[in-house]
T-cell receptor, first 113, second 112 residues
Framework: NAGVTQTPKFQVLKTGQSMTLQCAQD?????MSWYRQDPGMGLRLIHY???????DQGEVPNGYNVSRSTTEDFPLRLLSAAPSQTSVYFC????????????FGPGTRLTVT | QQQVKQSPQSLIVQKGGIPIINCAYE??????FPWYQQFPGKGPALLIA?????SEKKEGRFTISFNKSAKQFSLHIMDSQPGDSATYFC???????????FGTGTSLTVIP
């Protein structure tokens, strides 16, 4: 099992550019989520999905889009990157959101200049 | 508004000491409280978790104490080792929702 994989590991964008952060899991988890981690802010939920075709917003969804066409993949799209989106992004998955261990990917460090 | 408040922000202890990290919450619907450990450059990993029907849970050197009436829970690390140096996050979620709420993290340094 590869667990949760994320690509790329590092990315530098210019303001206004768009990109997609990839996330995949091979554990057949229904629940997947995206977090951003900023110093002094902890992990904040961006979007989550409880299954293929179902997504919902978390605490900080503005400027991000997601879709879930398969159980395995949950990409995060930045539509028009802004410096405020400079952060480390983590994808996570679990069998169920409540009471389930979340498995985190290794993260993507994004810098927007 | 921070749903889960965590303190302290950083902690330095000597090897063998017992660091204690505290978290507090307001939402009484929360019913699952995990702690995650994160090493530099890595994603967080589940360390230990507790539900409100027990007041304490131990796994190896790690213990969660839970005070339901005070809406507080804490992580104790017994006989701390330099390898425990990491950032620790508390979190909370409710079975009526689909969102995890994390604390702001505590950076622990254990000095040999």
């Amino acid at each position: 099992n590869a667990g949760v994989t994320q690509t790329p590991k590092f990315q530098v964008l210019k303001t206004g550019q768009s990109m997609t952060l990839q996330c995949a899991q091979d554990m057949n988890h229904e629940y997947m989520s995206w977090y951003r981690q900023d110093p002094g802010m902890g992990l904040r939920l961006i979007h989550y999905s409880v299954g293929a075709g179902i997504t919902d917003q978390g605490e900080v969804p503005n400027g991000y889009n997601v879709s879930r066409s398969t159980t395995e993949d949950f990409p995060l799209r930045l539509l028009s990157a802004a410096p405020s989106q400079t952060s480390v992004y983590f994808c996570a998955s679990s069998y169920v959101p409540e009471g389930g261990e979340q498995y985190f990917g290794p993260g993507t460090r994004l810098t927007v200049t | 508004q921070q749903q889960v408040k965590q303190s302290p922000q950083s902690l330095i202890v000597q090897k063998g000491g017992i660091p204690i990290i505290n978290c507090a919450y307001e939402n009484t619907a929360f019913d699952y409280f995990p702690w995650y450990q994160q090493f530099p450059g890595k994603g967080p990993a589940l360390l230990i978790a507790i539900r409100p029907d027990v007041s304490e849970k131990k796994e190896g050197r790690f213990t969660i104490s839970f005070n339901k009436s005070a809406k507080q829970f804490s992580l104790h690390i017994m006989d701390s080792q330099p390898g425990d140096s990491a950032t620790y996050f508390c979190a909370a979620t409710a079975n009526t929702g689909n969102q995890f709420y994390f604390g702001t993290g505590t950076s622990l340094t254990v000095i040999p």
